[in-house]
């Protein structure tokens, strides 16, 4: 169960598969299970039975376009989510967004509860139904339920603002097995239970009641055979070329892809660029930055300044430093398909991921599982979840715009040889641990 099904409307009656890590997590789980998917299916105030598609059994939650304004952008997108990563943005907290997630988290719990076999197995993912593993096992104490979430798990010190912390706390450990991206977030979360609730605990085992609830970081990845195929192919190896020769043919192109969030650092990793260029390290037509950020969250107030932010930077960038007919940074604020995604990533000798805070960042991911070439350069910021594992990439703290510069350069200037040996070990990671393997262990912790 998640807060949308896998799917997006092709047609009036005709569905597609929607793009994204979780749902090539978990399609084929569920199609090997024949069980089944409970979301939203994206059309506010519209009634939809269950249907199948791709193997799946889809069962459609309604949400008004008013519970789409107060418990999707209202309390998940701006309450919980700027909460959960670090305060980055100020958190709304309002007592109406409260109730209709209150209100949505018991529909999607109904709905579970109605569809699911005797004993069944319910997995619930992230921030947006905290309430339902334990809405859930009040109405059906006989199911196993697991619930993962997606995004940092903040300090029990920031956590406390929450007006409803108790609440959401309390929601979680309705599950048998709650999971987080880093055993960082596992241990707040430990620690919360300790000092809010007074709970007991043992190693990863808090003691509730008469139950036992498992505590565990399951650090989520992308599908390492399909990326690397998928850059096999001849069309993207020339079109990676194409890519190169649009931007000028520069020495250097330098990459970042995020959907358009204010927890991704692009406005710092666009200051760290335009100060070298600036100061000149580096020059215009020697290196290029290519900036792609995915439309997100657009009717929330905290997005579309921060759209309007990094419209200025680029701006600024391109009309301060560039030339007649050479811009610095190519920014593009659009979604591109896998393909194009592949070949941009095959195209880049430095791949700039520099969040303030992020639950793991896929983008990271899906570029080493790219670079079978074992070129390209990962510049990381240690706030990502995915920095707990890809040790070998180029570390960065964001904040720190001198260090980000430094880091960059020497990302840019790192011998072949210090490359490949980066790059072999963090593939060797990707390749191990890929989202397959995330989904099974998630699964088999909980069923034992
Ligand atoms: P997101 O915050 O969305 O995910 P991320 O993990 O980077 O962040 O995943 C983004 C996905 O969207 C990637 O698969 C990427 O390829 C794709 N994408 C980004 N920009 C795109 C573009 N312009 N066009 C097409 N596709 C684009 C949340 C958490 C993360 C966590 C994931 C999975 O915030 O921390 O890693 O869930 O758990």
């Known amino acids: 169960m998640a807060n949308r099904l896998p799917v997006d409307r092709a047609g009036e009656d005709t569905w597609r598969r929607s793009p994204g890590g979780l749902v090539t997590a978990i399609a084929p789980v569920l199609q090997r299970r024949e069980g089944a998917w409970i979301g939203w299916h994206g059309a506010p105030d519209e009634q939809l039975g269950p249907f199948d598609h791709d193997g799946m059994h889809l069962i459609p939650v309604p949400l008004s376009e008013s519970e789409v304004e107060l418990y999707y ?15 980055v943005a100020p958190p709304v907290y309002s007592r109406t967004t409260w109730e209709a997630y209150r209100t949505v988290n018991e529909r999607f719990a109904r709905a579970a509860a109605e569809e699911a076999a005797e004993n069944a197995v319910v997995w619930v993912q992230d921030y947006q139904l905290q309430l339902v593993p334990a809405m859930l096992r009040k109405l059906r104490p006989d199911l196993r339920i697991g619930f993962f979430l997606h995004i940092p798990f903040p300090p029990v010190e920031l956590f406390s603002q929450l007006p409803w912390r108790k609440e959401i706390v309390e929601g979680l450990l309705g599950a048998d097995l709650v999971g987080f991206q880093r055993p960082g977030g596992a241990s707040n979360f430990i620690r919360l239970c300790r000092i809010l ?29 399909e990326f690397d195929s998928l850059v096999r192919e001849p069309h993207i190896i ?3 070329k194409e890519i190169r020769a649009e931007l000028g043919d520069p020495e250097c192109v330098l990459l970042g892809v995020d959907r358009l969030d204010y927890t991704k650092g692009i406005g710092q990793r666009l200051k760290a660029f335009e100060e070298l260029l ?3 390290s580096i ?5 290029a930055f290519v900036q792609i950020a995915t439309p997100s969250r657009e009717r929330v107030e905290e997005y579309v300044r921060l759209r309007d932010s990094i419209d200025r930077q680029v701006g600024r960038i391109n009309g301060e430093q560039g030339e007649l007919g050479l811009q610095p940074v190519q920014y593009m604020h659009q979604s591109y398909g896998r393909d194009e995604l592949a070949s941009l990533y095959l195209a880049a000798d430095v791949m700039v991921v520099t969040p303030l805070r992020d639950g793991m960042n896929l983008v990271a991911k ?19 979840g995915a920095a707990d594992e890809l040790r070998q990439a180029f570390m960065v703290n964001p904040y720190d715009i001198d260090g980000l510069k430094r880091m960059m350069l020497t990302a840019m200037r790192a011998t072949p040889h210090d490359l490949s040996r980066r790059m072999r070990s963090l593939r060797r990671r990707v390749a ?10 998630f699964l088999a912790a909980l069923e034992s």
């Not at 709970?199 to 599908?223: C, M, W």
């Not at 191990?432 to 989904?439: E, I, N």
């Open 73 to 87: 952008e209202g309390f998940s997108n701006a309450t919980l989510w700027p909460l959960y990563h670090d305060v």
């Open 197 to 225: 609730l007074g709970l007991q605990h043992q190693k990863n085992e808090i003691q509730v009641d008469d139950r036992v609830v498992r505590v565990a970081a399951f650090p989520i990845s992308v599908d390492f055979g």
């Open 238 to 240: 020339e079109r990676a």
């Open 278 to 280: 600036c100061e000149g």
């Open 283 to 287: 020059k215009a037509g020697e290196a």
């Open 366 to 384: 899906e570029y080493i599982a790219c670079r079978n070439d074992l070129r390209g350069a990962l510049v990381l910021s240690e706030f990502a």
């Open 432 to 441: 191990t641990y890929d989202v397959d393997r995330w989904a099974k262990e």
